[in-house]
């Protein structure tokens, strides 16, 4: 999903103008990213929590050449998903599980899930 996507969302379900609700999404990305920057944590209740974290300075080798090379130390976002969403999850995979279960005891054959943009395909595991 795209931002423009989840703009036309919103704006559909509240009843603002896509305009005024990309606006409104626009300053929420900048107020995380400003709390990123500024306080190195940002946490949003049944959400989950975006933390910067140092990572140091390390050894590496070029897969290419195996040459070693130094890789100097850098920030990074990181990302723990809150109960809820992990709980959702979990519960698109017990559902997936279930229909997969389903579909080989009828012996219908598993299919791919398809892409509602073709420009954007989904991959398929099958598990």
Do not use: C, H, W
């Amino acid at each position: 999903m795209t931002k423009k996507e989840i703009v036309k969302t919103i704006s559909e379900e509240i009843g603002l103008t896509q305009l005024k609700t990309k606006e409104i999404v626009q300053k929420t990305f900048d107020a995380i990213v400003d709390t990123l920057v500024e306080d190195k944590r940002i946490e949003l209740r049944n959400f989950g929590v975006f933390e910067v974290k140092r990572r140091a300075a390390r050894k590496a080798r070029n897969p290419r050449t195996g040459e070693k090379v130094s890789v100097p130390e850098k920030f990074v976002v990181t990302f723990k998903p809150g109960k809820e969403m992990e709980e959702r999850v979990r519960e698109l995979e017990r559902r997936a599980a279930q229909l997969a279960a389903e579909q080989l005891a009828n012996g219908t054959p598993q299919l791919p899930p398809v892409s509602e943009n073709p420009a954007t395909p989904t991959s398929y595991e099958p598990g």
